[in-house]
T-cell receptor, first 114, second 114 residues
Framework: GENVEQHPSTLSVQEGDSAVIKCTYSDSASNYFPWYKQELGKRPQLIIDIRSNVGEKKDQRIAVTLNKTAKHFSLHITETQPEDSAVYFCAAKDSGGSNYKLTFGKGTLLTVNP | ETGVTQTPRHLVMGMTNKKSLKCEQHLGHNAMYWYKQSAKKPLELMFVYNFKEQTENNSVPSRFSPECPNSSHLFLHLHTLQPEDSALYLC?????????????FGPGTRLLVL
């Protein structure tokens, strides 16, 4: 089955700096890669996603890049703000056969220091 | 924030108790999911239902028993749980179980097994 590795597990940046979180996946059939943000005590919420026919996607200060050959994808947050502090999860989803599972990474605790 | 609701939000139970978790989605979705979120572990998919039919059981112990009476409601019946089952149980829904369909999470039930 799919295996998703996420790094780093914790990341601390100064307000205004950029933050990058990286994930690798094992199943080359995976074709959908969402990123979720989970603030303390709250539910995970989708912040951006990318499909395998696209190499990069941006939404204001957030961008995701995908390298299908290397089987890795990354989340980039620019001009970080204290409200960006949360746990971020990457995930990969396979559409082949009967496997429609989202496999999640272990999460990255991002702390943005004012 | 009210698209997917879960009750109760917190639950403390003994190992011999029987309890049920409830999830309801108001988004008109056809797929519903149960996840387990433990500290320092990835989100673990437990069950998937598509149009009320169970399509995935991710090797979950039989002390967890799901029920999906219709596309809007999902239950997780708990009996003779172990302390290691203590975790946040998250329900999610999506339009369908196909790749690329955003999953929307409920707020979760924080379960403590004594």
């Amino acid at each position: 089955g799919e295996n998703v590795e996420q790094h780093p597990s914790t990341l601390s940046v100064q307000e205004g700096d950029s933050a990058v979180i990286k994930c690798t996946y094992s199943d080359s059939a995976s074709n959908y890669f969402p990123w979720y943000k989970q603030e303390l005590g709250k539910r995970p919420q989708l912040i951006i996603d990318i499909r395998s026919n696209v190499g990069e996607k941006k939404d204001q200060r957030i961008a995701v890049t995908l390298n299908k050959t290397a089987k890795h994808f990354s989340l980039h947050i620019t001009e970080t703000q204290p409200e960006d502090s949360a746990v971020y999860f990457c995930a990969a989803k396979d559409s082949g056969g009967s496997n429609y599972k989202l496999t999640f990474g272990k999460g990255t605790l991002l702390t943005v220091n004012p | 924030e009210t698209g997917v609701t879960q009750t109760p939000r917190h639950l403390v139970m003994g190992m011999t108790n029987k309890k049920s978790l409830k999830c309801e989605q108001h988004l008109g979705h056809n797929a519903m999911y149960w996840y387990k979120q433990s500290a320092k572990k990835p989100l673990e998919l437990m069950f998937v239902y598509n149009f009320k039919e169970q399509t995935e059981n991710n090797s979950v112990p039989s002390r967890f028993s799901p029920e999906c009476p219709n596309s809007s409601h999902l239950f997780l019946h708990l009996h003779t749980l172990q302390p290691e089952d203590s975790a946040l149980y998250l329900c999610a829904s999506s339009q369908s179980r196909l790749a690329g369909q955003t999953q929307y999470f409920g707020p979760g039930t924080r379960l403590l097994v004594l």
